[in-house]
């Protein structure tokens, strides 16, 4: 599923126009996303848990060449199912 299959899809449940579900879409993705970079946890009970980790620096190798590479410290996004997601798909 895309975005524009989910926004179709979300216009259908709610019976609202597909405007109006776009922009229901996009504000629950950039609010995700701020609190995510503020180094919040966004909670959705009964569906799951996103959160921010950090990864620390290490050394790498290319595999083209053999020759170490430094890579960067970063944070990354995690996604954490809840107990009723995982319910649903078994």
Same mark, same amino acid.
Not at 37 to 66: H, K, M, Q
């Given at each position: 599923?895309?975005?524009?299959?989910?926004?179709?899809?979300?216009?259908?449940?709610?019976?609202?126009?597909?405007? !109006?579900?776009?922009?229901?879409?996009?504000?629950?993705? $950039?609010? @995700?996303?701020?609190?995510? +970079?503020?180094?919040?946890?966004?909670?959705?009970?009964?569906?799951?848990?996103?959160?921010?980790?950090?990864?620390? !620096?290490?050394?790498?190798?290319?595999?083209?060449?053999? $020759?170490? @590479?430094?890579?960067?410290? +970063?944070?990354?996004?995690?996604?954490?199912?809840?107990?009723?997601?995982?319910?649903?798909?078994?």
């Amino acid at each position: 599923m895309n975005k524009s299959e989910l926004v179709q899809a979300v216009s259908d449940a709610a019976e609202i126009s597909k405007t !109006a579900a776009s922009k229901a879409v996009d504000a629950i993705v $950039e609010t @995700i996303k701020d609190r995510l +970079a503020e180094g919040d946890s966004v909670t959705l009970i009964g569906f799951g848990t996103f959160t921010v980790r950090e990864r620390p !620096a290490r050394t790498g190798r290319n595999p083209r060449t053999g $020759e170490s @590479i430094d890579i960067k410290a +970063a944070k990354m996004p995690v996604f954490k199912p809840g107990k009723a997601l995982k319910d649903a798909l078994n």
